[in-house]
């Protein structure tokens, strides 16, 4: 039986962390592609080689050709330019929407029967058009966010209680922006609220630290942008929909009809909680929320709708 086959367009410091990622889970062969070509084949080499040591028989290859993308089961979505000092949140919006125009086009042509997971930012805007461009039904477009924003979210919580990450249960929803919504009623230690174990105070600090957690990273790191966490919530995806796990995580994902109508929110994509499995979003669950929930999963939906109305689509 033939491996399946993901591509992962940009192989930057997000696309080669999950290649390597990828390729030592053995799930498929990888193809990355990148606009400097050199950078895509070098980083495939630079792996394939560590193959012997580490003992993976995937296959990572570089390329800039889309024609050796083709028939791809999965595509991911990570070239795109980060945002720059003196850069505003709409000189992004554009130059990154030219990006992920351009790669949708091509994953149209060579992979019509792709999932594609959008992680360019700005994500819910760029999964939007991912989805316009390729025209590809709506459960096989998404962008990851959820899950990376759950994991800072998770992580922290770990941190603050000193008990171990595996005991919690974090969710976010909404845009993957300043006004995301941490979850706290459905966010749980070991099955028990979360509550129990921090302050309200303390939550809040939390929660705040979870909502600036990508900026905390870009003010360390100086020349960029988290890698590591956001290349491990994209594996985490890739093998929900490969391995059909039937996984509830938050991605941003096409709202409309009876779902749209329950979220308050249409014609855009947003994070909710959603079933991944092998055919991509099997199902988008509905959430009672709390008032205050209620509100400022409004005041982000509200965020993402600014942007995507400022698209040329
Ligand atoms: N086609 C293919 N690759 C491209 C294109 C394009 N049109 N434009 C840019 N690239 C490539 C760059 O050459 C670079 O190698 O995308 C890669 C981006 O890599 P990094 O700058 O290292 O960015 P990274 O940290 O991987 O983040 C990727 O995710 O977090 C978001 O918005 C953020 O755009 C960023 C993306």
Redesign the pocket.
Known sequence: MDRKKITI???????ATLALLLARRETADITL????EG?AKGKALDIMEASPILGFNAHVHGTGDYAETAGSDVVII??????KPGMSRDDLLFK?FE?VK??SEQIKKYSPDAFVIV???PLDAMTYTALKVTGFPKNKVMGMAGVLDSARFAYFISEKTGISVENINAFVIGGHGDDMVPLRKFTTVAGMPVTKFLSKEELEEVIQRTRFGGGEIVRLLKT????YA?AASILEMVLAILWNKRKILSASVYLDGEAGEYYGASGLCVGVPIILGKEGVEEIIKLDLTDEEWADWRKSVESVKRLVEKLPL
């Open positions: 367009v940009g192989a930057g410091n997000i696309g592609i990148d606009i400097n950078v990570t070239a795109g330019f980060p945002r990154n990006v351009s790669v992680v360019t930012n960029g942008s988290a890698f956001p």
